[in-house]
Nanobody
Framework: QVQLVESGGGLVQAGGSLILSCAAS????????MGWFRQAPGKEREFVAA????????YYADSVKGRFTINRDIAKNMIYLRMNMLKPEDTGVYYC??????????????????WGQGTQVTVSS
């Protein structure tokens, strides 16, 4: 079992920055793929970024590439999502997730086994 707790959301103006954190407990995430998803009101949850827990190789959705950075701190069992140049369309609830199958990066939420409760990010125009 893996427990995930997100923090760091808030209200920011367009063009601003936020850093989201995800604290993992229960098991080390080094054997997992850790992902960030988001869900805007009235929309389906969508993939934002993922990182291989063992190698740290990141993957991004095209919509955030060049603006967001995912990284991890194995010693602290933490995952971070640094979000720069935020846009109103980045608004949503951001979820941290863990996929116990490390063979491939999954961009579908169905592949992820564990989820946090989410943290709200609101970007004003």
């Amino acid at each position: 079992q893996v427990q995930l707790v997100e923090s760091g959301g808030g209200l920011v103006q367009a063009g601003g920055s936020l850093i989201l954190s995800c604290a993992a407990s229960g098991r080390t995430f080094s054997g997992y793929i850790m992902g960030w998803f988001r869900q805007a009101p009235g929309k389906e949850r969508e993939f934002v970024a993922a990182i291989r827990g063992n190698t740290g190789v990141p993957y991004y959705a095209d919509s955030v590439k060049g603006r967001f950075t995912i990284n991890r701190d194995i010693a602290k069992n933490m995952i971070y999502l640094r979000m720069n140049m935020l846009k109103p369309e980045d608004t949503g609830v951001y979820y941290c997730a863990a996929d116990s199958d490390p063979r491939a990066i999954a961009r579908s939420e169905k592949a992820y086994d564990y989820w946090g409760q989410g943290t709200q990010v609101t970007v004003s125009s």
